[in-house]
């Protein structure tokens, strides 16, 4: 784990709803895009008993934003966007 996702997953130790989006490469080789928000469950002030949250494949909105920026960044170059 990398210390910046360390400390947002302390960060999420408090209660606070926490909103990440990871890279996920998968067994057969795909690189998925993934947004999780949620917070840990607490009882009356007593250590971490659980987490809720969800779990959303981004996968293809990313992509689109890559092709856009891709695009973006090809009609620069042919003078089009100042």
């Not at 809720?52 to 891709?70: P, Y």
């Amino acid at each position: 784990m990398s210390p910046a996702l360390y400390e947002r997953f302390i960060q999420t130790l408090d209660g606070t709803i926490e909103t990440s989006e990871f890279k996920v490469l998968t067994k057969d080789g795909r690189i998925l895009y993934m947004r999780v928000s949620g917070r840990t469950l607490h009882k009356k002030g007593e250590t971490p008993t659980g987490f809720a949250g969800i779990l959303t494949d981004i996968t293809e909105q990313k992509l689109l934003q890559e092709e856009l920026r891709a695009h973006a960044i090809h009609r620069s170059t042919d003078g089009f966007i100042q």
